[in-house]
């Protein structure tokens, strides 16, 4: 049995060292584990330990308050390398234009997408493909999932030395997943409406009346047919002619005007409204005050008011001129016109005319720039956005509000008989017999003209030259010379059209008539000092008030050489204008800045207010101008400022009395003249 023993010992070697293996291996791993901790210990306190800021050398050296400080930066969407200046030519307007809509988009990356729909034919042949759209296909086995060594069953049975069993493989496949024919959960539904009955209409008209005409034709009646026609051809193309030169003319003013764009275009009403929108809100409590301010203290001050300033109205360009002329407009309440120039002859420049409108106090809304100083302007009554203007030069001009142009419609010359001297008023009348707008001037150099608009062209008539009258003691023996007085204002009858007033330097007022252009109807000795303003009443046909640098306002009857009330105000008197509301009411501005309200049916000698108007001691008041519909008035200073101030209660009692008419306004002043009038004195 000694072969078993040692087979015995053999097992024993083999097992101890199979242990010693497994000591040493233990031994091994317990060093691996030991060696893990203790780099997983190293790396738990690296992170554990603070990190230390490195500072860079040439970093800034900021204070707490300069760190806290904001710096603001605006990105805007705008592309720096888009082209700003591209042309396309519009066959609507058959010119080049400038396109203002440039794309602003720039693409940094750009990538195609690869997703199908699965409905469309790509999607089906790639879904079919794969085998996912019915049973399955070749590719779709092809790529069934076959198993690996891990899901083979090995059995093996006896020793070492026994065979290897025979190896089963199981083969397993996937089934194919059943494809949605509907990826959207909805149901089909279908319903039928009801069809309405047709139904029919019939009506009859009457046949058109007809009438048979009979002629014959002879051969003059031919030939004057055909001359006919001819002349009818002829007509055309002068007519087209015409147009078409009216039609260059147009293209170079427009070539010659800035270029406005279709965006400008249509953004600008919008932009208009807002701007109005703003200004009244910015100035609320003003138009509050407008709509509503009565002055509760009237009730206790007997017959006298005040004037309380609404709206200022200044112009950036008009600062260094002086208003020589305010006017409301006719037509449009809230619109009136300012006309800037200088009564320093020494320092005459350029002019500017500005229109204003209450809505929107801080900027006008038409603009005119002159080469020479405005001295007056006026309204057209029937056609609103006609201003007849009156230049230092001597010229007169019309202007269009309708066109968006800053030069004038037309002009005077010297070819076509302009002044020589300042035009002091400019006024329009009705139009003529040829249907002819026309208009009145009157100047220093003693002649008033009537100006006719014919074709944009001005043709001027003289109506009548201001001569000088001297006196009975110390007449010019030599009777051929003949002087001519300086003109200063005028004013035509509100019924007779053909009668007007003239005022002069040396302080004379003329009535004239355009039927006689030779002689005055009558002269009165009005003033001591140039006549600044005479105006005619606007309700009684006999009344009219002059004023004058002597410092005095009188009021007239003109079949009377005398006047009727004569008022010293102590500085030069500027302007006067009577109300659009009552027959006895009137304003002036005098040089000291103060605006002077009367009111003859309630006072006779003094004024129910006299206020300052102006903020510097120094400042003139010029001219004044009453609203045809609100109670205010708008008055222009030798600054180039003017300002809007209503009237209280008490300077306009007429317009709440029940008994207004323009018939009890006549009786009114025809009372008051009835108490002051001579018989003597005619």
């Not at 206790?300 to 950036?316: A, C, D, I, M, V």
């Not at 006719?330 to 005459?348: E, R």
């Not at 009858?493 to 355009?514: A, M, N, P, Q, R």
């Not at 009111?599 to 609203?627: G, R």
Request: aromatic share 10%; with cysteine.
């Amino acid at each position: 049995m000694p072969p078993k023993k040692n087979l015995g010992l053999a097992k024993v070697a083999a097992l101890t060292s199979s242990s010693t293996k497994i000591q040493s291996q233990s031994k091994v791993s317990r060093r691996g584990k030991d060696d893990d901790e203790s780099r997983m210990g190293e790396e738990d306190d690296e992170w554990m330990q603070p990190k230390i800021l490195m500072k860079p050398d040439d970093q800034l050296d900021l204070t707490a308050e300069e760190l806290k400080e904001e710096f603001t930066r605006i990105l805007t969407a705008n592309n720096p390398h888009a082209p700003n200046n591209i042309v396309r030519y519009s066959f609507k307007e058959c010119c080049y234009k400038m396109k203002m809509g440039v794309d602003q988009l720039a693409i940094h990356f750009s990538m195609d997408g690869n997703m199908l729909h699965k409905e469309s034919d790509e999607g089906k042949r790639q879904l079919t493909r794969l085998g996912l759209g019915g049973g399955p296909s070749e590719q779709n086995l092809s790529e069934m999932e076959i198993p690996g060594e891990e899901d083979l069953e090995i059995e093996q049975e006896g020793d070492e030395g026994e065979k290897d069993a025979p190896k089963e493989v199981a083969v397993t496949s996937k089934p194919p997943e059943a494809a949605l024919r509907n990826q959207f959960n909805y149901s089909e539904r279908a319903s039928q409406t009801f069809n309405n009955p047709y139904r029919e209409r019939g009506t009859s008209t009457e046949p058109p009346p007809r009438t048979n005409f009979s002629a014959t034709a002879n051969q003059w009646e031919i030939y004057d047919a055909y001359v006919e026609d001819l002349e009818h051809q002829e007509k055309m193309k002068e007519k087209k002619s015409k147009d078409k030169d009216d039609k260059d003319k147009k293209n170079k003013m427009a070539a010659l005007e800035p270029t406005v764009t279709d965006e400008m275009q249509r953004i600008s009403k919008p932009a208009k409204i807002v701007e109005r929108m703003v200004n009244q809100n910015t100035h609320d409590e003003i138009a509050q005050d407008f709509k509503y301010w009565e002055d509760a203290s009237d009730e206790f001050k007997g017959n006298e008011g005040t004037l309380l300033p609404l709206w200022p109205f200044k112009s950036e360009k008009g600062k260094k001129f002086s208003v020589t002329a305010v006017l409301f407009n006719p037509k449009y309440d809230d619109m009136f016109a300012i006309a800037h120039g200088s009564y320093d002859f020494l320092k005459q420049s350029t002019g500017l005319i500005c229109v204003y409108s209450l809505k929107n106090p801080s900027f006008p809304e038409f603009t005119y720039e002159t080469e020479s100083g405005v001295m007056s302007l006026d309204f057209h009554p029937e056609h609103p956005y006609l201003i007849a203007v009156g230049f230092y030069d001597g010229a007169v001009a019309v202007y269009n509000l309708q066109e968006r142009t800053n030069t004038p419609t037309c002009i005077s010359s010297a070819k076509s008989g302009k002044h020589t001297d300042p035009v002091w008023q400019v006024y329009w009348q009705e139009n003529d017999l040829d249907n002819q707008l026309n208009f009145f001037s009157i100047s220093s150099d003693g002649r008033v003209s009537c100006w006719s608009l014919i074709k944009n062209d001005l043709h001027c008539i003289d109506i009548i030259l201001i001569k000088m009258q001297p006196d009975n003691d110390a007449e010019s023996t030599n009777n051929s010379t003949i002087d001519l007085a300086c003109g200063t204002c005028f004013d035509f009858h509100k019924s007779t059209d053909y009668l007007f007033l003239v005022g002069t330097e040396e302080g004379k007022i003329h009535k004239c008539s355009k039927h006689y252009s030779s002689q005055f109807l009558d002269t009165y000795n009005a003033h001591h000092m140039a006549v600044y303003a005479v105006r005619w009443n606007n309700f009684h046909p006999r009344v009219f008030a002059s004023c004058s640098a002597d410092w005095t306002v009188k009021i007239w009857d003109h079949n009377y050489s005398e006047p009727m009330f004569t008022f010293d105000l102590g500085s030069a008197v500027g302007d006067v204008v009577w109300s659009p509301y009552s027959a006895t009411v009137f304003g002036a501005v005098t040089d000291d800045g103060h605006v002077h309200i009367f009111d003859l049916s309630q006072e006779k000698y003094e004024p129910l207010c006299m206020q300052s108007v102006v903020t510097k001691k120094k400042t003139k008041v010029n001219h004044l101008a009453f609203n045809q519909h609100y109670p205010i008035l708008a008055v222009g200073d030798d600054r180039g400022n003017a300002l809007t101030l209503k009237l209280s209660p008490n300077l306009r009692k007429c317009l709440k009395e029940k008994t207004y008419s323009k018939d009890n306004e006549i009786a009114k002043m025809e009372k008051l003249l009835e108490l002051v009038r001579e018989p003597s004195s005619k």
